[in-house]
């Protein structure tokens, strides 16, 4: 069974910073693409971050680039997203997900991902 266990959320500060840890199980997701969503309450889930399969191409939402950044250790079967300068609207549950398809391109909507973790909450406070 394809897993994908999101950790490392919490309270934090705003200015503070956090990393998120996605671990893969019941296959391994070297070859595939993985991407970083969040979801804020009452609001549709939105794209953060993604990486290449090789991790030598990542993209950033406008409202998270230059204080997020996203890297993934292959050997591990691990995704991270490290945060930055955390700001109250940064407040969500933030998933991870992969896509299906070995050495596709990045995806920017949560159609383009077939995989997906149950998330963890990430609450910044001003």
């Known amino acids: 069974q394809v897993q994908l266990v999101e950790s490392g959320g919490g309270l934090v500060q705003a200015g503070g910073s956090l990393t998120l840890s996605c671990v893969a199980s019941?296959?391994?997701?070297?070859?595939?693409?993985m991407g970083w969503f969040r979801q804020a309450s009452a609001k549709d889930r939105e794209f953060v971050a993604a990486i290449s399969w090789s991790g030598s191409s990542t993209y950033y939402a406008p409202s998270v680039k230059d204080r997020f950044t996203i890297s993934r250790d292959n050997a591990k079967n691990t995704v991270y997203l490290q945060m930055n300068s955390l700001k109250p609207e940064d407040t969500a549950v933030y998933y991870c997900?992969?896509?299906?398809?070995?050495?596709?391109?990045?995806?920017?909507?949560?159609?383009?991902?077939?995989?997906w973790g149950q998330g963890t909450q990430v609450t910044v406070s001003s």
């Open positions: 997900a992969a896509r299906k398809t070995i050495y596709s391109g990045l995806g920017y909507t949560p159609n383009d991902y077939n995989y």
């Open positions: 019941g296959r391994t997701f070297n070859s595939n693409p």
